[in-house]
């Protein structure tokens, strides 16, 4: 991982690399000014590259001529530094700077003097988010490149217009494209419960309110991960996850279904919980065929059906 520290202070350029070598980061860059970290980060060149040179910047508030606050939204304006996460350094008691900063595009902020721990913390937990920023962006090009090769490119052939998700079909066909490799997949069903009896109290229009409001949700807790989410026509969401580990999409699946449960969304009628909920089946699974992809979809669509059908407001696991 590519740290650069951007402090005007030698010592403080020394502390924080010596602490960062120390636990294990050997690729760590310094720079005594916003001026100079501009060249390495190639900001404001209009040959600049695609790719962000850095993992990771560490940088002062309080430095002369340009601050970190005017520095860090700088940076924010290069689209190939926008994921790079960055943290400020300031001193305890600069809150107002530390708002300003946040404001500016920081990712977090820790402060001097600097503590091994907690640096180790922060910075680990930055790189983490790093990761899947980096691991999101490549699954968007992924789909991006195979709806190209779909022919068409008019955006409603392929998005469904009530949820903003691709449609149902189209991610079965990404699932199934001969170019997908083989490796670990997570498929993630989300069916709301009681949706048709909904519908039928509601009128097709409510209960249509209902399902892009959770998608919307469903975006939200997914914007840092490597998804791919698609929406049946009755309602069922499901989120393609390659590279997961199991327990990450257990938590992931779970946060959903307590999240739709948080909306509180009122539910006339119900026999059970008084407001909508929903059902989440994560079936997970080494796979290396398309054959093998598509069953892991299947299985979950089964399995969320079942749970619903169970009583719903619940979650349910496979292993393929």
Known sequence: ????????????????????????????????????????????????AKVSPVDLILMDIMMPEIDGIEACARIRGEPHLMDVPIIMVTLLDDVDSLANAFVAGATDYITKPLKRVELHARVRSALKLKSELDRRRARERELLEFLATLGDRRTSHWIDEGTGLIIGEVAEAYLTAENQGGGDLSVIALGLDRLEALRQILGDAAAANIVSRVARLVRAATATVGVVAGAYRNGTIVLIVPELP???????????RAAVSDLRIAEPEATCADHATASVAVVTGRVDSSVERIHLLTRAMAAVSRAAAEGGDRIVSEAA
Not at 19 to 38: F, K, N, P, R
Not at 246 to 256: K, P, S, V
């Open 1 to 48: 991982m590519r740290i650069l520290v951007i402090d005007d202070s030698e010592d403080g350029r020394d502390v924080a690399e010596a602490m960062l070598i120390a636990a294990g980061y050997e690729d760590v860059q310094t720079s005594d000014s916003a001026a100079d970290a501009y060249q390495i980060l190639a900001v404001g060149h209009s040959t600049a």
């Open 246 to 256: 199991r327990q990450r999409a257990l938590d992931l699946g779970e946060a959903l």
